[in-house]
């Protein structure tokens, strides 16, 4: 591996970021285009990202732009090298992957840019690619090795029963997974989610992350599945899947986590489903004795839709713990004080009046809607990106553009 790229390959890239900002989406789509053409590559991605709203080559069509334009200060790009690897651990990316992008990345820069894809042009962005390639596969083969050596620890992927299926609301429901060797399971960092390699008949394989919703145990692992309108994977868990049911999964990934006893105050806040990592978060604050303040502010339709909302109320008794729970539209029978504590939706003002806001570290997971004026909302309010930390279903990219 290079240890720096060559001013001339620099020169060269930077040169290219006004034809990427017009044409880097029609160049992502042709490159996944041809990638897509081995169903062995193919069938690494989780396709969902790949469909009407092409969320996954938009996001990477940013991430190459970002790189471009920083290619003088790659630095700067350091937590989204992370996001990746772990995205690439989850699906179990490997090195002999890597070919089959350059290839396909440099052949779809000469489709669609055509004459001024010269050689040279060519020659750069295959060096710039291999200098960001090899750094990621640097770090994505330690985190193998900590994962394949951690107590608990797997390669590849693992077979899980289904050991229990809990409804927890009108459209959440719970699975247990427990290995079917009998072994133990890594103690995942609180916040982290398990990729699944699916199976379903009639369909090509899938590939899905869920986020895992208990305490780090060493034991089993526990997901709790939205169902989304029209969604393949969710309608065949919630409809199909049944306890002794077996799924294949690799070992826990995610930047996205709360590390250790935490020693300043934390603020959890999600809204519906992405309550699965905030509630295992939750937890191990407070199995972990945390002695800061914790704060548990969720948002939910209706007392229908919410789930594990008692489990949250058993867990939040230790003094320092207070969870808060909005609904948006409670129904007549949902009790206020009891169901929950606040009608309406969250905001940035009721955090300000309501939990430690100038010191507290702040953790968000939901819809994009939500992030995004979470996000945005609390960095105006001068709370500091470092203190900003979440967790996006889909390609997290697509948040930073929005």
Known sequence: MASQLSPRTVEIVKATVPALEVHGFEIVRAMYARMFEDPAIRDLFNQSHHGETGSQPRALTDAILAYARNIENLG??????????????????????????????????????????????????????????????????????????????????????????????SIITSFVLVPVDGGAVIRHKPGQYLTFWLDIPGQHPLKRNYSISNAPDGRAYRISVKREPNGVVSGWLHDEVEVGHVLKVSPPAGEFYLDGTPQRPVVLVSGGVGLTPMLSMLHSVAEGGAEVPVHFVHGALNGGTHALGTEVRRVAVQPNLQATIFYLEPHADDRARQDYDEAGLITVDWLKRNTPFGEAEFYLCGPKPFLAHFVHGLQQEGVAPTRIHYEFFGPADELLAA
């Open 76 to 169: 700067v790009l350091g937590a989204a090298v992370e996001r990746i690897a772990q995205k690439h651990v989850g699906l179990q990316i490997l090195p002999e992957h890597y070919p089959a992008v350059a290839n396909a990345l440099l052949a779809a820069i000469k489709q669609v840019l055509g004459d001024a894809a010269t050689d040279e042009v060519l020659a750069a962005w295959g060096e710039a690619y291999w200098f960001l390639a090899d750094i990621l596969i640097a770090r994505e083969q330690a985190l193998y090795k900590g994962l394949e050596t951690a107590d608990g620890g797997w390669a590849g992927w693992r077979d899980f029963r289904v050991a229990e299926k809990i409804p927890e609301s």
